[in-house]
């Protein structure tokens, strides 16, 4: 069975960063893309970022309008990780995080509260 197993959430200050890590397993981990969405309390899933499972070299990163600038996807393939760096961190940042595989497996999730 998939899992993936999100961490790094937290109660934290107007401009101040998170890191966040999603542990994956059940699956071959480098051959999906991935991603990282969020929901806010009363809101609609929201996409945050997303990478592709291409070799570093030809690896792409992509970013909602919302944390472009502030936010930083990566993935370790030999830790079989994802990681969202969440620099500059607004009250509208707060949501439950999840990372998300390309086809559609989600984990558990991670309360971030900027407050």
């Known amino acids: 069975d998939v899992q993936l197993v999100e961490s790094g959430g937290g109660l934290v200050q107007p401009g101040e960063s998170l890191r966040l890590s999603c542990v994956a397993s059940?699956?071959?981990?480098?051959?999906?893309?991935m991603s990282w969405v969020r929901q806010a309390p009363g809101k609609e899933v929201e996409w945050v970022a997303g990478?592709?499972?291409?070799?570093?070299?030809?690896?792409?990163?992509s970013y909602a309008d919302s944390v472009r600038g502030r936010f930083t996807i990566s993935r370790d393939n030999a830790k079989d990780t994802l990681y969202l760096q969440m620099n500059s961190l607004k009250i509208e940042d707060t949501a439950v995080y999840y990372c998300?595989?390309?086809?559609?497996?989600w984990g558990q999730g991670t309360q971030v509260t900027v407050s």
């Open positions: 990478i592709t499972s291409l070799p570093s070299l030809f690896r792409a990163a």
């Open positions: 059940g699956i071959t981990f480098s051959r999906h893309d």
């Open positions: 998300v595989t390309d086809e559609a497996d």
